[in-house]
């Protein structure tokens, strides 16, 4: 009996000797995958942009694409070099692109893959210089269950055919999210969209108001306050009453005014008090916020003042 104790101990000392010795070569296996992914990552990174700055600008060649991986870590490169830049010649981008045909590969991996990670594939895409074939093949993604990948595809869309970016923004069947739109003033801040801010703001649209008073928030246009204004005035706008107050706000407009009074007094309590957090970020004065709200609200204000550490006068 002791024997037998002794040699189901020892097996399972063993065993955990095993899994200890399993787990710790993973872990150094990952490790190690990180740090060389980084390394090439440097590497695309450090042969794009002496290609972009070069006197004769022609397609590089990019080393070690053949391994596990380094086609997608050049994908992404690009993409990121395209989303944090402004004004980058996208000329050599796309002969990049079409060279190693990364456009064609990942619509094969998106193809494949399912859920966020299909998402993640047309991201990248739509990151890239696109075209109207990449437009058609990710036009099937446009009907997903997953929101991500309809978006997605949706971007890739406007990215490839920008003067058609309004009627497809505008006949979306879903209201755009706060992540979305500023996904989409990201794309018009970097001028792969046209930007008219007039249009977007008075459009029946849903979609297109919020991303026209986004780009009135984002690129501080002072002279789109009448045009606010006048879409508090309006009954038949009082869903996109929220974002037009918190465009003013974003603006650093004068908020004693008959429109503002009028659209404070359909909001929900909850609305008011995102409201004012709003303004606390904009730094409107505790004195403004007696003459707009009650005593229990601006109570509220000043607790919302106190916690950002700041004073405003």
């Not at 990180?34 to 590089?60: G, K």
Request: hydrophobic share 45%; aromatic share 8%; glycine share 4%.
């Amino acid at each position: 009996m002791n024997a037998l104790l002794i040699a189901c101990l020892a097996c399972t000392a063993a065993a955990a000797a095993g899994f200890a010795f399993l787990l710790a070569a993973e872990t150094l296996r990952n490790r190690r995958r990180t740090c060389y992914h980084n390394l090439l990552r440097q590497r695309y990174l450090r042969i794009v942009m002496l290609a972009l700055f070069a006197e004769r600008p022609a397609v590089p060649h990019f080393p070690l694409l053949r391994r596990r991986g380094s086609r997608l870590l050049l994908a992404e490169t690009l993409a990121g070099l395209g989303s944090m830049t402004y004004g980058l010649p996208t000329g050599l981008l796309s002969e990049i692109t079409a060279r190693y045909r990364l456009d064609e590969w990942l619509l094969r991996r998106a193809r494949f893959a399912q859920g966020y990670r299909r998402a993640r594939y047309l991201a990248l895409l739509s990151e890239l210089p696109a075209t109207e074939s990449v437009s058609r093949h990710a036009a099937r993604y446009g009907d997903s269950r997953n929101r991500y990948v309809r978006f997605y595809a949706l971007m890739i869309a406007l990215t490839a055919e920008p003067p058609a970016a309004l009627q497809r923004m505008a006949g979306c069947a879903w209201a755009f999210s706060s992540t979305e739109v500023a996904e989409i003033t990201a794309a018009l801040r970097r001028g792969l969209l046209p930007i008219a801010y007039r249009p977007l703001v008075a459009s029946a649209s849903p979609n297109l108001r919020r991303v026209g008073l986004s780009i009135v928030r984002q690129f501080g246009i002072a002279e789109a306050g009448p045009q606010l204004l006048q879409l508090l005035d309006d009954d038949e706008t009082a869903v996109a009453q929220a974002d037009v107050l918190h465009t003013l706000c974003a603006l650093r407009r004068p908020l004693l005014c008959r429109e503002v009074r009028h659209s404070l007094g359909r909001m929900k309590p909850a609305e008011r008090r995102t409201l004012m957090r709003c303004m606390a970020r904009s730094s409107y004065a505790p004195e403004l916020l007696r003459r707009l709200f009650d005593k229990n609200e601006c109570a509220y204000y000043e607790t919302i003042v106190q916690s950002h550490k700041r004073c405003l006068v």
